[in-house]
C-alpha cells in the first residue's frame, strides 16, 4: 500500500509554526512542496475512485488554485492575528454543486498532535441552518439511523457548537432538540500523526468516509441535493 506522508511532513509544520513569516515560508517553500503539497495531492488523486463509490456526487479535487487542498496562506483581512499561514494542512472533498450552494463535505486535518477526518456542514449561513433544523424536526427517524448506528458511534465524535436554548419557533420537547440546538453539523475522528504516515492510512479515511456518508446523505436530503 502507498505511503503518502513521512515525519518530514509534521517536522515542516511544527517549524512553520515557529517561523510564521513571509521570508522563512519561502526559503522553506520546496520543503512544503515536497513533504506536504505534493504528497497531498497524490493521496486526493488516490481517493476519487473510492469517494465516488460512497457517493458520485463528490468530487477529491487535485487541482492547486480552487482545488479541495486548502491554500496554505491564511486570509488575514478580518483577522487580528496577522501570520500569514496556516500551521496545518487540510482538504476538503466536496459536492460538485458547492460552488453554487452550501453543501455537507468529507474533511481531512492535519497538524502534529492534532490529525482528524470527518465530515458535516461547518458553520452554515442561517438560511442553510434553518433548512438543516426544519428537515430535522419533521424527519427525526432517518438523522437517528444515520447518526446513531454502531458505524457511526463506533468511530466518530459530534463535534462544533451548539444554541444553550432550542431556536424559536421548535418544540423544546421535540426527540432531536438537542441535534436541533447544533449550529454545525459535523462529526469525526482524531488520530495520531503516526497513522498519517503509515501505509494504513488511505484506508483509514475511506473508512472514515463511509461512516460519515449517511450523516452527509441526510445533510444533503435537507438542503435538496443528490447524494
Not at 470527518?118 to 426544519?134: A, N
Not at 427525526?140 to 424559536?168: N, V, Y
Request: charged share 25%.
Amino acid at each position: 500500500m502507498t505511503i503518502y506522508f513521512t515525519p518530514a511532513t509534521f517536522t515542516f509544520l511544527r517549524d512553520l509554526a515557529r517561523n510564521n513569516n513571509r521570508e522563512w515560508f519561502l526559503a522553506n517553500k520546496t520543503r512544503y512542496e515536497e513533504h506536504v503539497r505534493e504528497p497531498f495531492l497524490r493521496l486526493l488523486g488516490d481517493l476519487q475512485a473510492p469517494l465516488a463509490k460512497i457517493s458520485a456526487h463528490y468530487r477529491a479535487d487535485t487541482r492547486t488554485q480552487g482545488g479541495s487542498l486548502f491554500r496554505q496562506h491564511r486570509d488575514t483581512r478580518f483577522s487580528h492575528d496577522k501570520t500569514p499561514y496556516k500551521t496545518w494542512t487540510g482538504a476538503r472533498l466536496f459536492h460538485e454543486r458547492s460552488k453554487g450552494i452550501e453543501a455537507p463535505v468529507f474533511y481531512l486535518h492535519l497538524q502534529p498532535g492534532g490529525c482528524f477526518a470527518g465530515g458535516g456542514i461547518w458553520h452554515p449561513q442561517p438560511d442553510v441552518l434553518k433548512k438543516i433544523r426544519d428537515f430535522l424536526a419533521d424527519n427525526p427517524a432517518a438523522w437517528k439511523k444515520a447518526t446513531q448506528s454502531k458505524a457511526f458511534r463506533e468511530h466518530l465524535t459530534p463535534g462544533g457548537d451548539a444554541l444553550t436554548r432550542p431556536p424559536r419557533g421548535f418544540d423544546p420537547n421535540h426527540e432531536l432538540i438537542d441535534d436541533i440546538r447544533r449550529k454545525d453539523f459535523v462529526a469525526g475522528t482524531n488520530f495520531d500523526d503516526k497513522l498519517a504516515t503509515s501505509s494504513e492510512f488511505k484506508p483509514f479515511l475511506v473508512d472514515t468516509y463511509k461512516r460519515v456518508a449517511p450523516m452527509n446523505d441526510y445533510l444533503c436530503a435537507a438542503l435538496e441535493l443528490e447524494f
